[in-house]
């Protein structure tokens, strides 16, 4: 079955980067693209940006745009986000989707990775 | 910027009806859009209901229906159940890999 997983929890201080990973099974892999979506706490869900795995193309929100890089490596079918110059405020979950619209097939999630920034 | 609304709060009987919707602060929502529609308990990964405007994903009763109302997506719910009580969302999709979530329902059954 499809399933993607998340790389564990981590903790920043403002100013570093981070960078998740989510690795992706069950599918071939550069048949769909992978969006980055995040939840802060008590708030709701916000997408962040998207990937094709079959060609690399990136599309980012307007609000991460220029902190943000999304990658993948299909040799091992895998998607990364990082994030840079961390503030405050980008303390969240931050999920990977395969789909998150359905555009294609019905929508896969990860487990979501604590990204939490902090002196 | 395009915004996708929903309504922030709703509550619903147990055993009753409930339709939840998703708009766009300008213009129609259309099947063009691939509403989806998640789910989502504190602590845990959004769940999906229906995605591609009324398809139900995998295990999902069918007591959740999705569809077009108006010039909005719908969610509806029959026969409501306690553990329906939770955050509800809307994506669409706007082209270019690019999906815009609508800011969340909170239902309440009660």
Do not use: H
């Not at chain 1, 795995?53 to 991460?64: H, R």
């Amino acid at each position: 079955q499809v399933q993607l997983v998340q790389s564990g929890a981590e903790v920043k201080k403002p100013g570093a980067s981070v960078k998740v990973s989510c690795k992706a099974s069950g599918y071939i892999f550069t048949t769909y693209g992978i969006s980055w979506v995040r939840q802060a706490p008590g708030q709701g869900l916000e997408w962040m940006g998207w990937i094709s795995a079959y060609n690399g193309n990136t599309n980012y929100a307007q609000k991460v745009q220029g902190r943000v890089t999304m990658t993948t490596d299909t040799s091992t079918s895998t998607a990364y986000m990082e994030l840079r110059s961390l503030r405050s405020d980008d303390t969240a979950v931050y999920y990977c989707a395969r789909d998150p619209s359905g555009t294609t097939s019905s929508p896969a999630w990860g487990q979501g990775t604590l990204v939490t920034v902090s002196s | 910027q395009t915004v996708v609304t929903q309504e922030p709060s709703f509550s619903v009987s147990p055993g009753g009806t409930v339709t939840l919707t998703c708009g766009l602060s300008s213009g129609s929502v259309s099947t063009s859009y691939y509403p989806s529609w998640y789910q989502q308990t504190p602590g845990q990964a959004p769940r999906t209901l229906i995605y591609s405007t009324d398809k139900r994903s995998s295990g999902v009763p069918d007591r959740f229906s999705g569809s077009i109302l108006g010039n909005k997506a719908a969610l509806t719910i029959t026969g409501a159940q306690a553990d329906d009580e939770s955050d509800y969302y809307c994506v669409l999709y706007m082209g270019s890999g690019i999906s815009v979530f609508g800011g969340g329902t909170k239902l309440t059954v009660l």
